[in-house]
């Protein structure tokens, strides 16, 4: 596909959207190409944790690359109890599982209340 096209693409999936963003351990979900958001069943348990929204991702290109940048978000996981080491972001008004990312490390929620990431997004070769 050429620059252009994956540009139009992805401005046309993410511009005025809204996201949602959260924590999973796909050690435990093992996600495929096929799964969707229901197929996660290791989200954190705490009850001060929820998805994070994010409205109208930044979709730009850079150097032959399509980027989407979602910015910095941070999740309160002060009172969960399992381990997470991949974000996922769905469309917040489908519900439907648009990527996952690897987290920079695996997470004991054990040991942290605040989990602030940098960096969330997309890159499209």
Do not use: C, K, W
């Not at 309160?76 to 519900?95: F, L, M, W």
């Amino acid at each position: 596909m050429h620059d252009e096209g994956e540009l139009l693409i992805f401005e046309s999936a993410f511009n005025g959207r809204d996201v949602e963003i959260g924590l999973y351990n796909d050690s435990t979900d093992s996600l495929a190409e096929a799964s969707t958001y229901s197929d996660i069943t290791s989200e954190p348990d705490g009850s001060d944790y929820s998805p994070q929204t994010v409205t109208d991702p930044d979709v730009s290109a850079n150097g032959g690359d399509t980027e989407v940048t979602l910015g910095e978000i941070s999740f309160d996981v002060g009172n969960a109890a399992s381990t997470v080491d991949y974000v996922y972001v769905r469309d917040a008004s489908s519900g439907d599982l648009v990527f996952t990312n690897e987290l920079p490390q695996e997470y004991d929620l054990d040991s942290v209340d605040i989990i602030d990431l940098t960096n969330v997004g997309l890159q499209y070769e």
